[in-house]
């Protein structure tokens, strides 16, 4: 093995995420246009949320508590976020996820459409000291808010946000409230005065680019388009993705699960890490560039890149 090989080595075994993506639940109260769209659709719209093939579950505790949380320690992750697909507020243990979580030393987040918190939720999760709420809402008014969040009541989710940042206020809470705004073409006239709004309510406001191939939903502001990343992708040497039924995949586009790496029902993320069909994935992803040929086939149409 020449030197330059033995580095490659090096960097693909032990540059190891810190962070790791839970899927506390595949289960969705919305039916947002651009979430399903996964590297096979061709344009966002085409393919509602409830297509998707893979079944839709919620991740079992036992697994979570007994398996994924000691490997997750041991692998040396030090944040967890409880959403991959769906919506976390669909599972009924989401606190006790984000309890036993923290229990682990582990900075706990979710991001969410908000819409299925009550205020009893918003109190349990602030007794949970969960860290971060990052509320999707990508509008400023109904009109535009329902073109993205299909099924959503735009009125109500700003009500919940008011409610959770003055509770938590109240409370001295530490959490990080957020407000995400996907930029689209749709929305983007829209964008100046939700962060207003996001101000006024003493919430951090945090706009990000649709990730899509479709130019027609990208903004048309061109500033954004710098937002689209360039490969070689970094994302599987930053975080780590769990499916619900304890399925490793690659990254969040990997909506299917078409690439499962390994399972931690069997296995440790250690063991599934060193797996040589995983740091062959990881090999021929950090060799893009040189080696477009090589790149792995779920990666050549993501939605994140130009
Ligand atoms: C799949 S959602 C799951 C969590 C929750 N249901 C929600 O909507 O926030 C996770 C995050 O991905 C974002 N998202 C979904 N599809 C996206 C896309 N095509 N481009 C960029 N962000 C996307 C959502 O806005 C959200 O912030
Ligand atoms: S609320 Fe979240 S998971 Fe549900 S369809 Fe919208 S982006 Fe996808």
Partial sequence: MTNLTHIFEEYIVHRKPTSMAVESTAACNLDCPFCRYGQSAELVGQTA??????KVGNVDLALYRDKI??????????QIQLHFQGEPLMNKKLVEMITLGKESGMWMQFFTNGLLMTE???????????????????????????????GGDFDQVIEILTEFASKARDRSSKVKIQWSYIVTSNNEH??????????????????????????????????????YKSKPC???????????????????????????????????????????????????LANAKAKPEEEPEICKSCPAYR
């Fill in 190 to 227: 829209e964008l100046e005065s939700a962060r207003k709004r996001s101000e006024s309510l003493g919430v951090e406001f945090m706009a990000k680019v649709l990730n899509t191939q479709d130019v027609s939903w990208r903004p048309k502001i061109s500033s954004w388009l710098k937002d």
């Fill in 234 to 284: 970094q994302d599987i040497f930053t975080i780590f993705n769990v499916q619900w039924n304890g399925d490793v995949v690659p990254c969040c586009y990997d909506v299917e699960g078409k690439v499962v790496l390994g399972n931690l029902v069997d296995n440790t993320m250690e063991e599934i890490w060193r797996l040589p069909r995983f740091k062959e994935f990881r090999k021929r």
């Fill in 120 to 150: 009893k939720k918003m109190d349990e999760l602030l007794d949970a000291n969960v860290d971060l709420v990052r509320f999707s809402i990508d509008g400023n008014s109904q009109d535009t808010y329902k073109l993205h969040r299909v």
């Fill in 69 to 78: 949380l000691p490997s997750a320690k041991e692998f040396g992750i030090k």
């Fill in 49 to 54: 949320h409830s297509d998707i093939e893979r």
